[in-house]
């Protein structure tokens, strides 16, 4: 089995699965990939925390640091005995699961058994079932689009806090949306600017045969990671409405003494 070669891009968002908090750690840049072939089977490790806090995340930082140990470990020897894709990695509900693709099947236990045993503190199950289109990576861990549109809100945040910017200081902000017709994007640019959104531009992308018709509204705001999720969602919930869909936002690096 031949791994592509690709550049990882790990990224974490949180969820509720079960009703109950989850932190979910996911290689998004393996989505152009999968499936990728002979690599048909999907192995989960369950690790048991010893102490958890009342959201099921650790409650103590050693554990988190043991927790990483265990990580290096099992990873480094799934991808060199099995050449094991690893793909995303799940805290919930008192548990770490790592989740891993190969083509084996009986392997992958009795690996995760000897490295276990480094770690006799902690209980341990495993899992193996046949996913050959990958629906644990692609159904489960992979970000929805809201927590994709928040995934991409802090990357934007944090490239302009390494530029100095300073968030909490209100500036236009640019929001890009593409509607199906011409009837729908007016419908919605009359419906923003009752909400204090004002007009920028508009277009139509003849690439963009689906949704051709773009429109761009601004509006002053600060870029407090917790104010630009609320917004972006309740945009991107609204623009659904319109038979639209919003593709994120755009605005100047703001510093103090500007």
């Known amino acids: 089995m031949a791994i592509p070669a690709y550049t990882p891009e790990w990224e974490v968002y949180f969820c509720d699965i079960a009703d109950r908090p989850a932190c979910v750690s996911v290689d998004l840049a393996l989505e152009s990939l999968a499936p990728i072939p002979d690599t048909h089977r999907a192995f989960e490790l369950v690790v048991a925390?010893?102490?958890?806090?009342?959201?099921?995340?650790?409650?103590?930082?050693?554990?988190?640091?043991?927790?990483?140990?265990?990580?290096?470990?099992?990873?480094?020897e799934f991808q060199n005995s099995l050449q094991a894709v690893f793909?995303?990695?799940?805290?919930h509900d008192g548990k770490r699961i790592f989740y891993f693709y190969s083509g084996q099947e009986a392997l992958p236990e009795v690996i995760a058994?000897?490295?276990?045993?480094?770690?006799?503190?902690?209980?341990?199950?495993?899992?193996?079932?046949?996913?050959?289109?990958?629906?644990?990576?692609?159904?489960?861990?992979?970000?929805?689009?809201?927590?994709m549109q928040s995934i991409k809100n802090s990357r934007v945040i944090r490239m302009m806090q390494e530029h100095g910017d300073e968030q909490h200081?209100?500036?236009?902000?640019?929001?890009?949306?593409?509607?199906?017709?011409?009837?729908?994007?007016?419908?919605?640019?009359?419906?923003?600017?009752?909400?204090?959104?004002?007009?920028?531009?508009?277009?139509?992308?003849?690439?963009?045969?689906?949704?051709?018709?773009s429109l761009v509204v601004s509006k002053v705001e600060s870029l407090d990671e917790e104010s630009v999720y609320a917004t972006t969602l309740g945009l991107g919930l609204l623009a659904v409405e319109f038979n639209g869909t919003y593709d994120g936002w755009e605005a100047p690096v703001i510093k103090e003494n500007d």
């Open 87 to 91: 793909v995303g990695k799940l805290l």
């Open 113 to 147: 058994a000897n490295i276990m045993q480094a770690f006799p503190d902690y209980t341990y199950a495993t899992n193996t079932i046949e996913d050959p289109n990958w629906g644990l990576y692609l159904d489960f861990l992979f970000p929805e689009p809201a927590d």
């Open 169 to 213: 200081i209100p500036r236009p902000v640019s929001h890009l949306f593409y509607f199906a017709t011409e009837t729908d994007r007016l419908a919605f640019k009359n419906r923003v600017e009752q909400e204090g959104y004002t007009f920028v531009s508009e277009s139509m992308i003849e690439k963009s045969p689906e949704a051709p018709y």
């Open 49 to 76: 925390l010893q102490q958890a806090d009342a959201d099921g995340f650790p409650a103590e930082e050693q554990e988190w640091e043991k927790l990483e140990e265990i990580e290096e470990a099992v990873v480094s």
